[in-house]
């Protein structure tokens, strides 16, 4: 559990000792956003079945909930943070939030996966690594958002330690957690990445035309580093 945390800090804080201009901060996004499209396509959407085949819920309900999960970002983006002044910066903002929101709910959902699962060691490499490249893609997008970096600090701080948190309340939480509960959180944060990833983060990487060829194989590289880690 220890181990989770300091590697999910570890990441996390890893992007600000680098000092970041534009250009450089938009080709790690490319690396960032091949990272969460590996984890929504190759972890979070095959979990899905899984989900739906332990609840008692019909599927399209599910699939309905994920829906839900594309309009509300959408709607927090273009109704609640979107403004005619220093418009990229508004709804870079609310990509922040988004991405946080999704990556918790995942991640506290591993939490109570991994404390009813034996932790080998092929699986808990699997699980560090994972957690490292979510906290680096996080601060990436908090870093595009401008966030200030003592609120950047703080937030990653609260991330890494979600899913020690959801390993610890695994015990005390599963037997009165139903399926069910677990299928709409994880339904939830599938449409929220689902949103993020398509239509926020991979036209912002390629908005500029320099250094495509760069992004294009760190995009990549993000993606493969995903399915590695499966």
Sequence with gaps: MLELLLVGLG??????????????????????TGIFLGAVFLHM?????????????EPRLLWAVALVGVLAIYFLESLLFRTHDHDDIHRHTAVGYATLA?????????????????L????????????????????????????????????????????????LLGSELLPQLSPNATAIAVALAVGTFLYVCLTELLPEVFHHKE??????????????GMALIQ
């Excluded at 970041?20 to 960032?32: F, Q, V, Y």
């Excluded at 997008?141 to 890494?160: D, G, N, R, S």
């Excluded at 250094?211 to 493969?224: E, M, N, S, T």
């Design 11 to 32: 990441g996390g804080l890893l992007p600000l000792l680098v000092k970041w201009n534009d250009r450089r901060l938009h080709i790690a996004l490319a690396l960032s």
């Design 45 to 57: 959407l095959p979990e899905l079945p899984t989900t739906i085949a332990d609840a008692d819920i």
């Design 102 to 118: 999704g990556l918790s709910l995942h991640a506290f959902t591993v939490g109570l996966s991994l404390s009813a699962t034996e």
């Design 120 to 167: 080998t060691t092929p699986i808990m490499v699997g699980i560090l690594f994972h957690k490292a490249f979510e906290a680096f893609s996080l601060t990436s997008v908090f870093k595009l958002a401008h966030f200030e970096q003592k609120k950047v600090v703080t937030l990653i701080v609260v991330f890494a330690c979600i899913t020690p948190l959801g390993l």
């Design 211 to 224: 250094d495509v060829a760069a992004k294009v194989i760190l995009l990549l590289i993000g993606i493969c």
